[in-house]
C-alpha cells in the first residue's frame, strides 16, 4: 500500500525515518497503525475507468474514474503580449 506521510517520525519496529510530505510503500499492517495513530493517509490504488465504489450514507454505488483534463491555464507572466 502507499502511504502519504504526514508528519516526520521513526518507525521502531521496521528501523525506519520517515519525513513528512513523502510517498511510502509499506505492508497493510503499518498503513494501519499509521492511519490510526495519525502519521499518514492511505493513497487508494485506481485505475482510469474503472469502478470504483463509493460510500454514501444512504446508498453504495459505483463510479468510474476518469482521465483529468489537461489543464490550459498560464501564467501572466508566460503570456506576450503583441
Partial sequence: MKIKIGRDFYDKRN???YTGGEIADVNEET???MVRNSLGYI???VQVN???KINS???ERTK???ESVKDKMMRKTNVKNK
Fill in 43 to 45: 493513497i487508494p490504488t
Fill in 64 to 66: 468510474a474514474i476518469e
Fill in 57 to 59: 450514507i444512504k446508498t
Fill in 31 to 33: 498503513a494501519l497503525w
Fill in 15 to 17: 528501523d525506519i525515518v
Fill in 50 to 52: 474503472r469502478p470504483v
